[in-house]
């Protein structure tokens, strides 16, 4: 399945962050830490690199990720140029006051009363910017729901007198090009649930466990015998643990898909990464070779058409 969404309003926050850039210092980008590349937006580094601002680039959510890979993907934003990585929650005050020198730091030339630091947040939906927001500023400023896409409007606050804090709505993008970044961003919630077919979200996330953390699966579920398990028989596993049964008797296939992605999304299940940079890059590369592949065969067809075609005109 190829999961898409990108709702109206998402349109019109590009062309106002496009604008708002232009008078922007740093671009503070708050991604989820289980996923964090595949839930980096391309527009948002886009629009900052064709500023040139730097990027505190913050890895959200590490209560839930793993330690190890979240280590990793820490090393590779440091490494590029203009971008500082800080792995956090919001849950954490401490994690959270740490926030504003860093951004000073990236931006020491302002931050004074003659020039305030300028600081766009931004990020896809549900990756805890709202939260961010209102923890940064100690009230509640931002809607927060556990639905994607809260935040449609801008808004513009003071975070201290030479501070000035920009929240963006959440942005994807228009076309998501790697399935599986898709399937990641909807089992993680970033994506509007009229926009995925859940049981199919369901089965990606668990044969993605199979492979990467197995015990987890069998430490929340008690399964037996986990490695002659394939995914559609750990979501039926989760359905026939919890009693998940439609009238009749037959199993509640989409009841127990909605709880196994529930487990994952709170973090009962355990901390969990669904990629790292070594996973990030193997996938680049298989979908590279599958693009080439496809488009060698569509240069293919088009050239015996036209040799078909030049065949019937000399035999006209």
């Not at 896809?124 to 923890?135: C, D, E, H, Q, R």
Request: proline content about 5%; overall charge positive.
């Amino acid at each position: 399945m190829s999961i898409q969404w990108y709702p109206g309003h998402m349109n019109a926050a590009k062309k106002k962050a496009a604008e708002q850039m232009e008078n922007t210092d740093l671009v503070i980008e708050v991604v989820d830490a289980r996923l964090p590349e595949a839930s980096t937006n391309p527009m948002v580094e886009e629009l900052r690199k064709f500023r040139q601002r730097p990027c505190l680039k913050i890895l959200n959510k590490i209560d839930l990720a793993d330690p190890a890979a979240t280590a990793a993907w820490t090393a590779y934003y440091n490494a590029q140029e203009g971008v500082t990585a800080y792995a956090m929650t919001t849950k954490k005050p401490a994690d959270v006051a740490r926030i504003p020198d860093l951004a000073k730091q990236l931006a020491p030339h302002r931050g004074v009363p003659t020039k305030p630091l300028r600081i766009m947040i931004m990020g896809i939906p549900n990756v805890g910017k709202s939260t961010l927001m209102n923890a940064l500023l100690k009230k509640r400023v931002a809607k927060v729901g556990d639905e994607p896409a809260v935040t449609k409007q801008q808004q513009k606050l003071y975070l201290d007198k030479n501070t000035v804090l920009v929240d963006t709505p959440g942005m994807l993008w228009p076309k998501i090009a790697l399935p599986s970044d898709g399937l990641m961003l909807a089992a993680s919630h970033a994506i509007g649930s009229n926009a995925l077919i859940e049981e199919e979200v369901a089965e990606f996330l668990a044969g993605e466990l199979l492979v990467r953390y197995p015990e987890l699966l069998v430490a929340r579920y008690g399964f037996k015998e986990i490695d002659q398990m394939d995914a559609i028989g750990v979501v039926e596993g989760v359905g026939i643990k919890r009693g998940f049964r439609q009238k009749g008797g037959d199993l509640d296939y989409e009841k127990a898909s909605h709880t196994f992605l529930g487990d994952y999304r709170s973090g009962v299940l355990g901390r969990i990464s669904l990629e790292t940079p070594d996973t990030r890059t193997a996938r680049l590369e298989e979908h590279a070779a599958e693009m080439a592949k496809k488009a060698a065969e569509k240069a293919a067809i088009a050239e015996e058409k036209a040799r078909a075609a030049a065949n019937g005109k000399r035999g006209t």
